[in-house]
């Protein structure tokens, strides 16, 4: 059964912080992994990963696949208030489907 | 342009009533996606369509799930005889063909009273 798992659950930090999140995943014929954005109810795309792009980088926010450690990490430097909202690291495999961690909740405070 | 619809938003409904949920995917996205997402937990997928081809239904927990995609388009999910572990917040996602990029709609928060 395919599996990612994040790590932090929850995190709080005070603006102008950095911050990384983690993802592991154990799946059979990895495509891509995937993180979003959940601030109310509809996650929001933020970045995709794949053996040809293992870096992706936008504003404040960065994510690196290691496909040898079957891992990938978002780092958000300068954190805001509006940062604040539950990150969710996905897995897409050759089924289409996307599995989904826990996802991480981010509290930046002023 | 517009994104994914979803509607209603919010469904309260008695347990052991039928529901149904809408989702309007992207224009021209020929994928569409059904997700459970329960109070603290990652999503959880339910049933894929692409194009003509027969659905992947795999992740419907139960017979009383359902949906169907008419016309390449406009998707349903049913859930019949509604029990309580059924609430929760539906997200409907559409993405191009052969792209892993899915795109959410706002959701429908179900609560089974």
């Known amino acids: 059964e395919d599996k990612v798992v994040q790590s932090p659950l929850s995190l709080v930090v005070h603006e102008g912080d950095t911050v990384t999140l983690n993802c592991s995943y154990e799946?059979?014929?990895?495509?891509?992994l995937l993180w979003y954005k959940q601030e109310k109810k509809a996650p929001t795309f933020l970045f995709m990963l794949?053996?040809?792009?293992i870096e992706k980088k936008s504003g404040r926010l960065s994510s690196i696949l290691d496909k040898k450690e079957l891992s990938s990490i978002l780092n958000i430097t300068a954190t805001q208030t509006g940062d604040s909202a539950i990150y969710l690291c996905?897995?897409?495999?050759?089924?289409?489907?996307?599995?989904f961690g826990e996802g991480t909740q981010l509290t930046v405070n002023p | 342009g517009a994104g994914v619809s979803q509607s209603p938003s919010n469904k309260v409904t008695e347990k052991g009533k039928d529901v149904e949920l809408r989702c309007d995917p992207i224009?021209?996205?020929?994928?569409l996606y059904w997700y459970r997402q329960s109070l603290g937990q990652g999503l959880e997928f339910l049933i894929y369509?692409?194009?003509?081809?027969?659905?992947?239904k795999s992740g419907l927990p139960s017979d009383r799930f359902s949906a169907e995609r008419t016309g390449g388009s406009v998707s349903t999910l049913t859930i019949q005889r509604t029990q309580q572990e059924d609430s929760a917040v539906y997200l409907c996602?559409?993405?191009?063909?052969?792209?892993?990029?899915?795109?959410f709609g706002p959701g429908t928060r179900l609560t089974v009273l």
């Open positions: 799946v059979t014929n990895f495509r891509s």
């Open positions: 794949t053996s040809s792009g």
């Open positions: 369509f692409q194009g003509n081809s027969a659905p992947d």
């Open positions: 996602a559409s993405s191009v063909t052969r792209s892993d990029t899915q795109y």
């Open positions: 224009s021209g996205h020929t994928a």
């Open positions: 996905a897995v897409a495999t050759s089924g289409s489907r996307l599995t």
